[in-house]
Every structure is written in C-alpha cells, then in structure tokens.
T-cell receptor, first 115, second 112 residues
C-alpha cells in the first residue's frame, strides 16, 4: 500500500544534541510538509517542499532545517533541541498541480522527547 | 478572531446518535475544506474533503459546506465508541495558497 513512513517513531535526545527525523513516501507526491504538534494543539506548519523548492514559514525558528534529497525522502534537522521542542513531528504529503495543493496525508509521526 | 474556529467541545453523544461538529473560517477566498480524525497519540487521518457548497456523504460521514456563511460541518451518523477522537477542521486556499490552516479541534466522546 502507498504510504507515508516516518522514522524513528520515538526519539529521545539530550538538550542541545542535534537530531534528524526522516520521512519517506511511496505516494509519488511532489509536495512534502513538516508539522510540529504539541499536546492539545493543532498541527503547526514548519515548512514544505514543492518539488525541490523549499518554503519556510515566517515563524519557524532557525533551529529547524530540512532537506529533500529526492522525491521520496525528506528530513527534519533540529540543530540544538531545547525543552520546548519536545513534540510530535508530523510529515505529510500531497499531490501538487495546477489546481493547487490537494489533500494532505500524514505519516504516523515521530514523538520527540528532550531531556 | 481565529482563522479557523471549531466548537470547543468536548462533545459527548450516546452510541447510535448523530454527532455534529462545526467549523467556521475567516478567509472568504478559501477553496478546500477537510476533516481529519486524530486518535490520542496518533497522527491525523483524512476522513472527508469538500470543495463545493452542499453536502458530501461517505458512509456514516456527511460533510456540509456553506461558503456564503463561511461554515463547514461534519455529521457522524450512528456514532460508535470507535469514533471517539479529536476532529480537526482544516481549510486551504485563499491568501495561503496550498497551506492548511487547522482549527483547534473538537474532542468527541461516544459513550455506550
């Protein structure tokens, strides 16, 4: 089945220790998104890629970076995690096109704990 | 004013009843509307999308859209305990091309 896969599902890191979260997809979607979701809050968009074009949200801290080496994979790098970065990180994909970005499908998420 | 606002909940309904979830949005140019279901500790799952005024039915779920009133709703018929989750309304388009704006979610509990 076509799907969005995130690894790891659970990540524990130390304050200030860089961490990388990965996302892969078999849907062949050209748009990939990274969201941060904290408890009882709505998902917050950090950035997205339309093909190779990177689109950062204005309020995304510089501490968060992303890479998309090919259509299938996208990475979220947190350079110096703080306690406030503990959250669920969600990857989503959608099929872009002339009609605009369409339905977004989420991966299972990575739960990040910062000690 | 919040861009996407949902009835705050939590909403509790008995098994077999109709659950009604409501959402209003502020951007009149919004084009697409989605309902996601999110179980505790899990990721959002797309359950309905609607693009034009009127009703769209899929099994026990019906989405209703009224662009003039800037209102979208989700009805769940014959509610089951397995429907207990947080329901997120998401809106795309208008001034934020391609980007989804989420409401804060409504927690639904279906009790036996």
């Amino acid at each position: 089945d076509a799907m969005v896969i995130q690894n790891p599902r659970y990540q524990v890191t130390q304050f200030g220790k860089p961490v990388t979260l990965s996302c892969s997809q078999t849907l062949n979607h050209n748009v990939m998104y990274w969201y941060q979701q904290k408890s009882s809050q709505a998902p917050k968009l950090l950035f997205h890629y339309y093909d190779k074009d990177f689109n950062n949200e204005a309020d995304t801290p510089d501490n968060f970076q992303s890479r998309r080496p090919n259509t299938s994979f996208c990475f979220l790098d947190i350079r110096s995690p703080g306690l406030g970065d503990a959250a669920m990180y969600l990857c989503a994909t959608s099929k872009g096109g002339l009609a605009g970005y369409n339905e977004q499908f989420f991966g299972p998420g990575t739960r990040l704990t910062v000690l | 004013q919040k861009e996407v606002e949902q009835n705050s909940g939590p909403l509790s309904v008995p098994e077999g009843a109709i659950a009604s979830l409501n959402c209003t949005y502020s951007d009149r140019g919004s084009q697409s509307f989605f309902w996601y279901r999110q179980y505790s500790g899990k990721s959002p799952e797309l359950i309905m999308s609607i693009y034009s005024n009127g009703d769209k039915e899929d099994g026990r779920f019906t989405a209703q859209l009224n662009k003039a009133s800037q209102y979208v709703s989700l009805l769940i018929r014959d509610s089951q305990p397995s429907d207990s989750a947080t329901y997120l309304c998401a809106v795309r388009g208008g001034t934020s091309y391609g980007k989804l704006t989420f409401g804060q979610g409504t927690i639904l509990t279906v009790h036996p």
